[in-house]
């Protein structure tokens, strides 16, 4: 009995442990230094969501999912609560260094829209295989001189 419950308890440690490093915290701090933490997964895809609604935003997201071998596709959109000057998305693609344990920014694309309430912006991109992906993105809204501003990010997803 004591050798069944034994083995029993060293089965979740092992578990435990192979769970635990599965999914690792990587740190980064975005262009106005704020923290990022992306947890590095095996997912397909990871979606970010949650803006702050703010005078002028009432909404932002970004995303990335496995587009195929070596290949990514990217999102990021932005929310305006009402017709405004500006509406903007600026999504950054970072790529995760395992030596530095740091997140390297290796594409960037910029959505606006004027007038408006909303805008996106799209991208698949061909990537190098065996490394951690993620996006984050600077979302805008409001009159040019006084725009709201909220980051989002997303998870690390691996891609073979």
């Known amino acids: ?27 980064a701090v975005n262009q106005r230094g704020r923290s990022m933490n992306s947890e590095l997964t095996l997912a397909e895809s ?5 803006s702050i609604r703010g005078r002028y ?41 395992p030596v530095t344990e740091l997140w390297n920014q290796i594409d960037f694309v910029r959505g606006d829209s004027y007038n408006a309430y909303f805008t996106f912006v799209t991208k698949t991109i061909s990537v190098a295989r065996g490394y951690y992906y993620r996006v984050h993105a600077d979302h805008f809204a409001g009159p040019i001189d006084n725009l709201d501003d909220v980051f989002t ?5 691996w891609v073979n």
């Open 46 to 50: 990871a979606e970010s969501m949650g």
């Open 57 to 97: 935003l009432s909404f932002g997201d970004c995303s990335i999912t496995k587009a195929g071998n070596g290949r990514i596709y990217v999102y990021g959109g932005t929310t305006a609560s009402t017709y405004t000057d500006y509406v903007g998305v600026f999504l950054y693609v970072d790529q995760y260094d």
């Open 1 to 27: 009995m004591k050798k069944q419950k034994l083995i029993s308890l060293s089965v979740v440690a092992v578990l435990c442990g192979i769970l635990f490093n599965a999914s690792i915290d990587a740190q």
């Open 153 to 157: 990010y997303t998870n690390g997803i």
